[in-house]
């Protein structure tokens, strides 16, 4: 499964960016699709997650009722729509893709969100 990220720029505090993944290759493992991000000197940290068939969705609590995740299984490509952004949410995001619950296997190149203040 290859990942491909885009939908990353710069905006200002309180703006608005839609981030996409698009997915090949055997997307018919996939167990659920997700966005991490990686801050400057922080560690990868989890966003958010929605498994591929049944939609069910988890948000870190940073980004609870800013950011919602969507999925368009036809194209097998998820989106992710972020709102209010803050300078506290830039960051290098990357998108990954899990064949189980237990683990993302498969990881795209991030893409920069930087929210300027």
């Known amino acids: 499964v290859q990942l491909q990220a885009s939908g990353g720029g710069l905006v200002q505090t309180g703006g608005s960016l839609r981030l996409s993944c698009a997915a090949s290759g055997r997307t018919f493992r996939l167990y659920k699709m997700g966005w991490f991000r990686q801050a400057p000197g922080k560690e990868r940290e989890f966003v958010v997650h929605?498994?591929?068939?049944?939609?069910?969705?988890t948000y870190a609590d940073s980004v609870k009722g800013r950011f919602t995740i969507s999925r368009d299984n036809a194209e097998n490509t998820v989106y992710l729509q972020m709102n209010s952004l803050k300078p506290e949410d830039t960051a290098v995001y990357y998108c990954?893709?899990?064949?189980?619950?237990?683990?993302?296997?498969?990881w795209g190149r991030g893409t920069l969100v930087t929210v300027s203040s």
């Open positions: 990954a893709a899990a064949a189980s619950p237990l683990r993302y296997n498969y």
């Open positions: 929605i498994t591929w068939s049944g939609g069910m969705t």
